[in-house]
Nanobody, 124 residues
């Protein structure tokens, strides 16, 4: 059974940093694209934040470019999202997800495996 388990969320002040982690297991293929999505409180849609290919190509939403960094440790089967200079508008539930490919911006992908999310709250 495929599992994606997020951790690292919390409550911080504007300008501070957090690092999210996503432990993955039993993905059917080593070629999966991994990504972070978020859903704001009261929001109805998930926004693609960043994606990374197995070869470590990356893509980011314009709203987080220069502040967030997606990375992965293939040996540990773990995906990360380093979030710096956090803003109140970054407040959301953050989800990791896996897509069989090909690599593309996360909002254009076909993500068939999802974690349950980790909450990030940024106070202004």
């Amino acid at each position: 059974q495929v599992q994606l388990v997020e951790s690292g969320g919390g409550s911080v002040q504007s300008g501070e940093s957090l690092r999210l982690s996503c432990a993955t297991s039993r993905l059917p293929s080593s070629t999966y694209v991994l990504a972070w999505f978020r859903q704001a409180p009261g929001g109805t849609e998930r926004e693609g934040v960043a994606a990374i290919s197995r070869g470590s190509s990356t893509t980011y939403a314009d709203s987080v470019k220069g502040r967030f960094t997606i990375s992965q440790d293939n040996a540990k089967n773990t995906l990360y999202l380093q979030m710096n200079s956090l803003k109140h508008e970054d407040t959301a539930m953050y989800y990791c997800a896996a897509d069989p490919g090909p690599f593309c911006p996360p909002d254009n992908g076909n993500y068939n495996y999802w974690g349950r999310g980790t909450q990030v709250t940024v106070s202004s």
